[in-house]
């Protein structure tokens, strides 16, 4: 009688799926987000007060730059405080392509992702010397930078005034509405969740890995440190592109202002909080956040509604909350979400002989 998984050679060791069953739930799921999840959100709407596909739009877009950052910072240890200025390359380049140069949004989006990469490698190149805290400080630099260029450039990026960002269309379909924006979205963070998956399962991965936990080793056996870190950088930068012009194509009008240092550290806290080096933690970690953040929302209008004289004070609950939970997180469950996650399904699949 069959009491594990045996693997006879590497390559099953490898495998992503494991069983059958864990590849049936995932089709079961991807089937749930595309024929079922749209058609029950009016639903959801009435029981959770907030605009669900809203929700998840943004936590799709969310999903795909938190998985530049973790390649970055949890796979590769490179530190970033830049990546929410990666992201404003991102949606500034595919709005400008749109606009100015006629591109269709098919080409726009994968230049802007492109672009960006070719950015965040310029600025990855003090990762040769620097590390920790002072390569912190170097993509704190590209930050303001970048946001110190978008805003002076008046004649390209519109400035303090910023751009209006024509809608995203495939063809002669035009993603003009949520439901619609919600396929794409759902679509791109699929594909990028499956390339970040099976990037760890190559050499430059490994390299990735091997680089983070022992760099002076790695680079004995032969690792090229600074390639390696620059490549990083690169695919980092361009799904943080990606999600950013789908971020500019969704809201339709962008200003350096939703693109400060303030999105890079939340970046970092959806990875820290899903947990760091995993593809999954990119995935909870932005659905955390995003949900936290509309429940926050209309625990603070409920209570401006029911004391008014104090709406002031609540403007600051979302803040105090999204920190005081980090501090939590990293007291209580530093490897983030993704390990209790594991920690629950390693119970279950002994139980009830869980000893």
């Not at 596909?53 to 938190?66: K, P, R, S, Y």
């Not at 919600?182 to 490994?206: D, E, Q, S």
Request: aromatic residues 16%; charged residues 10%.
């Amino acid at each position: 009688m069959p009491s594990g998984l045996f693997h006879e050679n590497y390559s099953n060791d490898e495998r992503i799926f494991q069983t059958l069953w864990v590849k049936g739930w995932l089709w079961v799921f991807i089937l749930f987000l595309f024929f079922g999840f749209p058609f029950i959100v009016s639903d959801l709407n009435k029981i959770l007060r907030f605009n669900v596909l809203h929700t998840a739009i943004l936590t799709g877009i969310f999903v795909i730059g938190a998985h530049g950052i973790n390649i970055l910072t949890g796979y590769t240890g490179q530190i970033s405080l830049g990546h929410g200025a990666f992201m404003a390359v991102g949606a500034y380049t595919s709005a400008i392509l749109m606009t100015k140069a006629g591109f269709p949004f098919i080409l726009s989006l994968p230049c802007a992702g492109l672009l960006t990469a070719a950015v965040g490698m310029v600025f990855g190149v003090p990762s040769l010397r620097l590390r920790g805290l002072y390569l912190c400080i170097a993509t704190l630099a590209a930050q303001f930078i970048i946001e110190f260029t978008i805003r002076r450039w008046t004649g390209l990026t519109g400035g303090t005034q910023g751009m209006f960002v024509p809608y995203a269309a495939i063809g002669g379909f035009i993603f003009d509405n949520d439901k619609k924006f919600y396929y794409l979205v759902m679509v791109l963070a699929i594909a990028t969740t499956a390339f970040t998956k099976n990037l760890f399962r190559t050499k430059p991965g490994r390299a990735f890995i091997a680089v983070r936990d022992r760099y002076f080793a790695a680079e004995l056996i032969g690792v090229n440190l600074f390639k390696y870190r620059i490549l990083s950088f690169g695919i980092s930068s361009f799904l943080a592109g990606i999600a950013g012009a789908l971020w500019a194509h969704y809201i339709s009008l962008i200003i350096y202002e939703q693109f400060t240092i303030h999105l890079s550290i939340k970046y970092l806290a959806i990875v820290i909080i899903g947990g760091l080096g995993s593809v999954l933690g990119g995935i909870f970690g932005s659905i955390f956040y995003v949900g936290l953040e509309q429940l926050l929302e209309v625990m603070s209008k409920e209570l401006s509604a029911s004391f008014p004289l104090l709406i002031t004070y609540f403007v600051s609950i979302k803040e105090i909350m999204f920190g005081l939970i980090i501090i939590l997180f990293l007291i209580f469950e530093p490897d983030g979400l993704a390990a209790r996650w594991r920690t629950v399904k390693a119970y279950w699949k002994l139980w009830p002989f869980s000893y």
